[in-house]
Nanobody, 124 residues
Framework: QVQMVESGGGLVQAGGSLRLSCAAS????????LGWARQVPGKEREFVAA????????YYADPVKGRFTISRDNAKNTAYLQMNSLKPEDTAVYYC?????????????????WGQGAQVTVSS
């Protein structure tokens, strides 16, 4: 079992930046693909970004390509989501998650273990 805790959310003006962190417990973190998702009230959770266990490959949803960067430090059992050029439509609760199998990285709802979420609010 892996437990995930997000941090780094907050309020930022449009055009600003935030970095989310995801600290994980458990010895399987370094072998697990990791993803970030976001959700706004009344809408389904949506895929944002994913990274393979080694960090060698990354995947992004179209709305965040070129603005967000996913990374991980397996020695620290931590992953990051650097968010630049933020827009009001990026406002959401952001979740990190890991999955057991190294397949279908963008199918975020298939991930197995989730954090509690971090609120990101972008003001216009």
């Amino acid at each position: 079992q892996v437990q995930m805790v997000e941090s780094g959310g907050g309020l930022v003006q449009a055009g600003g930046s935030l970095r989310l962190s995801c600290a994980a417990s458990g010895r399987t973190f370094s072998r697990s693909p990791l993803g970030w998702a976001r959700q706004v009230p009344g809408k389904e959770r949506e895929f944002v970004a994913a990274i393979t266990s080694s960090g060698g490959s990354t995947y992004y949803a179209d709305p965040v390509k070129g603005r967000f960067t996913i990374s991980r430090d397996n020695a620290k059992n931590t992953a990051y989501l650097q968010m630049n050029s933020l827009k009001p439509e990026d406002t959401a609760v952001y979740y990190c998650a890991v999955r057991k199998l190294p397949i279908r990285y963008t199918r975020i709802n298939e991930y197995d273990y989730w954090g509690q979420g971090a609120q990101v609010t972008v003001s216009s």
